[in-house]
């Protein structure tokens, strides 16, 4: 069945690679800096649910100085607490689609990477930022909380103490400070997010399909699991990978000086 999503205006869909593998994902909202709004959280996850085949890692990016402002204020009416709730669940569904959706996703961050738009960054794989980049949770202050998966995913990142100070006091990270605890595993010169990002996605599409979703689905949920368990989650996928037709001609390549080895990194 071919998959196919519902374009959106705000949400710019391209492949690149050399066989189209990567999902190029722009936001596209830059006068708004790129603020989520419904429309945009449902066409997210729109497009995770139905990505096309042959797409084996994506990329995320904001276009304009800013990664994404997070949710938008002028949306945020006066909501009781049905629909407040409701409304969470909905940010919950689509970035639950990015983070176990099909492909891994790699982040390219730039500017704010506040409220919303960090709990969106959090939802991917890998997070590569610029120089620019800074990260707030300025919830806090604007007498609301998280509802984006923030509070399930940011302490993962840097601990819940971090977070509640940053939710706390306001405190904003920078770039550097950022990479330090955790919030980026890259840290790029200021405007270079989007190249590395798209580097590693292509380095990324090239590992056998079933490793990527060992690491996707298994990892994090082995990562909660109690020692005992997780050893035993870790064994099961362990040998559903490597029974793989491709694990073998991969070994094989490798037992055979067709593979690279491992080099030191400069
Ligand atoms: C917005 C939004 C937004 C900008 N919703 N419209 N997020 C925040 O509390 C962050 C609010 N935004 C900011 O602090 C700043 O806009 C930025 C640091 C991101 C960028 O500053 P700057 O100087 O480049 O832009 P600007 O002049 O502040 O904004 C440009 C326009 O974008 C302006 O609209 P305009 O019509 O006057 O031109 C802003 O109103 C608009 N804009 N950010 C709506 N967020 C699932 S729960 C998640 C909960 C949250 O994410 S709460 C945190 C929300």
């Given amino acids: 069945m071919t998959k196919t999503f519902t374009q959106h205006p705000e949400l710019h869909f391209e492949r690149l690679g050399e066989e189209q593998e990567v999902a190029v994902i722009r936001l596209t909202r830059s006068a708004k800096r790129n603020a989520l709004n419904d429309g945009l959280i449902l066409a997210l996850r729109d497009l995770f649910e139905n990505m096309p085949d042959g797409v084996r890692s994506a990329v995320i990016a904001g276009e304009g100085p800013h990664f994404c402002a ?25 970035l639950e689609r990015v983070q176990f959706g099909p492909v891994p996703v790699i982040a390219a961050l730039q500017g704010a990477v506040v409220g919303g738009g960090l709990e969106l960054a959090s939802a991917c794989h ?81 590992n056998a399909p ?40 991969r070994l094989n390549d490798f037992l055979e000086g067709r593979a690279a080895k491992v080099r030191k990194q400069d």
């Fill in 126 to 206: 890998i997070r590569v930022a610029d120089a620019s980049t800074f990260y707030a949770l300025p919830e806090g202050s604007r007498g609301i909380f998280v509802g984006g998966g923030g509070a399930v995913r940011i302490p993962k990142l840097i601990g819940a103490a971090r977070m509640a100070d940053m939710m706390l006091t306001g405190r904003v990270y920078n770039a550097q400070d950022g990479e330090r605890i955790g919030l980026a595993q890259y840290l790029v010169p200021e405007g270079a997010a989007f190249d590395k990002a798209l580097e590693l996605a292509v380095r990324v599409a090239q």
């Fill in 210 to 249: 079933l490793t990527n979703y060992a690491l996707m689905h298994a990892l994090p949920r082995i990562a909660e699991q109690p020692a005992d368990q997780g050893f035993f989650t870790e064994a099961m996928m362990a040998a559903i990978a490597q029974s793989a037709p491709e694990a073998k001609t």
């Fill in 70 to 94: 997070g949710l938008d204020l002028s949306e945020l009416k006066e909501r009781d607490a049905g629909q407040g709730l409701h409304h969470s669940r909905m940010w919950h569904a689509a």
